[in-house]
């Protein structure tokens, strides 16, 4: 699939399972994705008055996260090619009251933002989508500003022994059927274990990370490896 048709057939996944992302999330990770951010929040140590912008932020979640921690002083943007998904966020958001919250229709390959613009740019459970996953990572690093972090929760490969057989058992094979059965969508969620087959290791995303211009990465295998956080800082000046 070359990037142009994988971007088209992303979209159109997105489009069509926004009513039910949330709902799957929860129990195609048994609500471990919940724990994941909050353990991706607590290494950020966002403050009040920050900036940040959450790349492909889908229904919001992190996005909210952020705008909890840098208070009305501070900027949040959500950016997300699915205006679906968008939709869903902007009821979270007028729920919370966040005016400091900005959802933003975009791509991720071209942020619509100048050079040094954010203190944080995240992507959650996304940089597999990508049609290029160098291309998001150097767009996120150019927006943040010198000192900035760039950072990336996403599922990546299990490494405990035993645990990994059963998690692939379970990823390949039963996920895309509960999909079927709570969402239907059967094809949508076949493309999840598809997505990650190809996509890089949590090693081999650290470097990647260190390619598109930031420093001292740090990574965190989570619940086994089934989940990754990277950061990244932009070098100063």
């Not at 057939?9 to 195609?28: C, G, P, R, W």
């Not at 081999?204 to 930031?214: D, S």
Request: net charge positive; charged share 25%; aromatic share 12%.
């Amino acid at each position: 699939m070359n990037k142009q048709s994988k971007e088209q057939f992303v979209h159109q996944v997105f489009e069509s399972i926004a009513d039910k992302y949330d709902m799957m999330n929860t129990l195609l990770s048994f609500r471990r994705h919940k724990a994941w951010r909050k353990f991706a929040m607590k290494k950020l140590n966002v403050q009040p008055g920050q900036s940040a912008i959450d790349v492909c932020c889908g229904t919001g979640d992190w996005a909210i996260a952020l705008a909890e921690k840098t208070g009305r002083e501070g900027r949040v943007v959500g950016l997300d090619f699915s205006k679906n998904m968008l939709e869903i966020a902007e009821q979270k958001k007028s729920e919370k009251q966040y005016d400091h919250l900005e959802l933003v229709h975009g791509n991720a390959m071209s942020l619509p933002y100048e050079d040094h613009t954010f203190d944080y740019a995240t992507i959650g459970f996304a940089l597999r989508n990508v049609p290029d996953i160098h291309q998001v990572l150097t767009e996120m690093t150019r927006v943040v500003k010198p000192g900035g972090v760039v950072a990336s929760l996403e599922l990546s490969k299990p490494v405990w022994p035993g645990f990994k057989q059963l998690y692939y058992l379970y990823f390949n094979r039963l996920l895309p059927f509960l999909g079927k059965v709570f969402a239907n969508r059967y094809e949508q969620y076949s493309w999840l274990p598809e997505s990650l087959k190809h996509f890089p290791d949590s090693q081999e995303l650290g470097r990647m990370f260190e390619t598109a211009g930031l420093e001292k990465v740090e990574i965190y295998l989570l619940t086994g490896g089934v989940a990754a956080l990277h950061i990244g800082y932009k070098p100063r000046l």
